[in-house]
């Protein structure tokens, strides 16, 4: 899956959207294509959210978390400015406990989907 989605110009990317797009709507009423719309938009909000959680957690763990909004530095404090070799490595354990509480969650889903399929 590293070759998808393709390294083509993004305009090109959209115009294929709009053309699956277009072609969906010549066979669907309107409440079929207002549910398959529903449907995409769903799938891109979850991989959108996923995306944004993995990026979070490892700019923590990188130690490249930098708040511009935060009264540190407002003050004129900041990464940039300051000496300090404070890391976000005092927030490890925290990142462990919901590393370790996704697995949990994963397992608990897979149990329910194989107890499913075997019904």
Do not use: C
């Amino acid at each position: 899956m590293n070759n998808f989605p393709p390294n083509i110009h993004p305009t090109t990317y959209n115009l294929i959207a709009v053309a699956i797009g277009i072609v969906l709507v010549g066979d669907l009423n309107a409440n079929e294509q207002n549910s398959l719309g529903n449907w995409f938009m769903l799938l891109g909000q979850y991989l959108s959210t996923n995306a944004a959680q993995q990026q979070l957690i490892e700019s923590r763990i990188e130690n490249n978390n930098i708040n511009i909004n935060s009264q540190k530095s407002k003050q004129g404090g900041g990464p940039f400015t300051t000496n300090s070799n404070v890391s976000n490595q005092t927030q490890r354990g925290e990142v462990d406990f919901l590393l370790d509480a996704i697995d949990k969650i994963y397992e608990e889903l897979n149990n329910i989907k194989n107890n499913t399929s075997e019904d």
